[in-house]
C-alpha cells in the first residue's frame, strides 16, 4: 500500500521558515517523481513544486510564485522528499500535500497523495 505522510507545517510570521517532510512507502520510492501541491481555503489545488526520480538541482520545479523562496530535494536513502519554505508570506498560507506522480518525470497526473500539513503565516 502507498503510503505519504507529511510533516513540518505550523504557524509562522510573515518571513519566517518552514521545512515540510514528506515520508513514502509502498513503492520503489527512487523510481517517481514527487511534488507538494498546496490547497488554501476556497482556491484551487496548485503544484508548488516537484522534482523528478533521479533528483538534483536539474530535475526540480517550481511556481513562479515561490521561485528563489522554496526549495524541494529527496532523500532516496530515506524514501522523504523535503520542502524548504523561506520568506513566507500570507499567500502561502495553505494545506501542504505530497503526491507521487505517475512516472520518474514530473507529469502533474498524481498516483497518490498523503493527508497534508497545515501551513497558515501571520502578517
Known amino acids: 500500500e502507498v503510503q505519504l505522510v507529511e510533516s513540518g507545517g505550523g504557524v509562522v510570521q510573515a518571513g519566517g521558515s518552514l521545512r515540510l517532510s514528506c515520508a513514502a512507502s509502498g513503492f520503489t520510492f527512487a523510481e517517481y517523481a514527487i511534488g507538494w501541491v498546496r490547497q488554501a481555503p476556497g482556491e484551487e489545488r496548485e503544484a508548488v513544486s516537484a522534482?523528478?526520480?533521479?533528483?538534483?538541482?536539474?530535475?526540480?520545479s517550481y511556481v513562479d510564485s515561490v521561485k528563489g523562496r522554496f526549495t524541494i530535494s529527496r532523500d532516496n536513502a530515506k524514501n522523504t522528499v523535503y520542502l524548504q519554505m523561506n520568506s513566507l508570506n500570507p499567500e502561502d498560507t495553505a494545506v501542504y500535500y505530497c503526491?507521487?506522480?505517475?512516472?520518474?518525470?514530473?507529469?502533474?497526473?498524481?498516483?497518490?497523495w498523503g493527508q497534508g500539513t497545515q501551513v497558515a503565516v501571520s502578517s
Open positions: 522534482i523528478n526520480a533521479g533528483g538534483g538541482s536539474g530535475s526540480t
Open positions: 503526491a507521487k506522480d505517475l512516472s520518474s518525470t514530473w507529469s502533474g497526473v498524481f498516483a497518490s
